[in-house]
């Protein structure tokens, strides 16, 4: 069973830090590019970070560089998202995306909450 499960998510203070994890399962995540999307109450669904299969090149969203950090652990099939230095409007439930070619998945998605 093709499968993407978000975890790491929860609540912190602003500033705080989250680290976000996306494992895959069913399916080898060497080969696909992975993004990691969020999406507030109210509001569409925006990109925030993705990392190549190739060349692992990133990139990110200008609300979130220099904060944001994407990476990814072939032998774990896992990818993570490190938040740092959080805002309260970095509040939103975040889902990471597996893409190639015509394949295309999506995990459930994990609530970050940022308030004091």
């Known amino acids: 069973q093709v499968q993407l499960v978000e975890s790491g998510g929860g609540l912190v203070q602003p500033g705080g830090s989250l680290r976000l994890s996306c494992a895959a399962s069913g399916f080898t995540l060497d080969y696909y590019a992975i993004g990691w999307f969020r999406q507030a109450p109210g509001k569409e669904r925006e990109g925030v970070s993705c990392?190549?299969?190739?060349?692992?090149?990133?990139y990110y969203a200008d609300s979130v560089k220099g904060r944001f950090t994407i990476s990814r652990d072939n032998a774990k099939n896992t990818v993570y998202l490190q938040m740092n230095s959080l805002k309260p409007e970095d509040t939103a439930v975040y889902y990471c995306?597996?893409?190639?070619?015509?394949?295309?998945?999506w995990g459930q998605g994990t609530q970050v909450t940022v308030s004091s």
């Open positions: 995306n597996a893409r190639l070619v015509t394949s295309n998945y």
């Open positions: 990392i190549s299969s190739s060349d692992g090149s990133t």
